[in-house]
C-alpha cells in the first residue's frame, strides 16, 4: 500500500521554535530518511519553498491569468512529503509518528492513502 505523509507548516509555531530546536527537527529528517531507504519503504520525498514563492494559474475564458503567492490565506501550508510503500495503514502511521516534525506541539503528519500513481 502506499501513502502520503503530509508535513503541514505553520509559521507561528515554527518562529516559536529555539534555532536549536528548529535544527534538531531539520537534522531529524536525515535520520528518518536512512530508515526508510534502508527499509525499502521510501518511494521519494520533496520539501517545498516558502508560499511566497509560489503563483497560481487559472484559466478564464481560455487566457491563463496569473497570481503570485498562495492559493489561499491559510495560517498552515503544506511543507513537504514523503510518498512511502509499506504493508499496512498501522504502518504508514508508525513511520509518520518518526518524522521529527510529529513532536513539535501544534504540527502534524497527515497520512493519507494513494489511491492513483501513475
Known amino acids: 500500500m502506499k501513502f502520503l505523509l503530509i508535513m503541514h507548516m505553520n509559521p507561528q509555531v515554527w ?3 529555539t534555532e536549536e530546536q528548529r535544527e534538531e527537527v531539520m537534522n531529524g529528517h536525515g535520520a ?3 530508515t526508510i531507504q534502508k527499509s525499502g519503504e521510501m518511494l521519494g520525498t520533496v ?3 516558502d508560499p511566497s514563492q509560489s503563483a497560481v494559474v487559472r484559466v478564464r475564458r481560455g487566457m491563463p ?3 503570485d503567492g498562495p492559493y489561499l490565506e491559510a495560517k498552515e501550508y503544506l511543507g513537504g512529503y514523503y510518498l512511502i510503500e509499506c504493508d499496512s495503514r ?3 502511521l508508525e513511520l509518520a509518528a ?3 516534525d510529529a513532536s513539535v506541539p501544534g504540527l502534524g ?3 493519507r492513502p ?3 500513481d501513475g
Open 32 to 34: 528518518f530518511m536512512e
Open 15 to 17: 518562529d516559536a521554535l
Open 47 to 49: 520539501a517545498l519553498a
Open 109 to 111: 503528519i497527515e497520512v
Open 114 to 116: 494513494v489511491v492513483f
Open 90 to 92: 498501522e504502518r504508514a
Open 65 to 67: 491569468a496569473v497570481t
Open 98 to 100: 518518526l518524522i521529527p
